[in-house]
């Protein structure tokens, strides 16, 4: 983590394109990729709104929901040919491990806790409905 990073603050938009950003760097996945990402950036930006976070907080939630769409991409696919076979290691995906790790680092995880619930709440179901 750079120095820059650490307690970085700046508007959703722009911690939202750094986040996209470190989710390339770490895993080399695109978020434009996902069919679901522009509702996750909209989500992001409500769910953020006027509050002023962290850079790690924005990579954690950010981070948790790709994930949430990539679980919801997976139902769709298993709705649609239940010969699908969703992945076994889905509760240790290195996504959700690094959101984990972003959240960890986040000086403000109080409210990291408050602005995650409902989407960590979703992934939970999510994850339940997969397996």
Known sequence: MTDEMKDDITDPQTQWEKAC???????????????????AKALFLQRVGRREITQEAANALMFSLYFSGYLSMLLAFKAESPDFAVPDYLHS???LEASNRWAQRASDGHLLAQLAEPIIRDTQDLLDALN
């Open 21 to 39: 950003k470190n989710l390339d760097e770490e895993f080399h996945l695109r978020a434009e990729e996902l069919p679901t990402i522009d509702t």
């Open 93 to 95: 995906h290195p996504v």
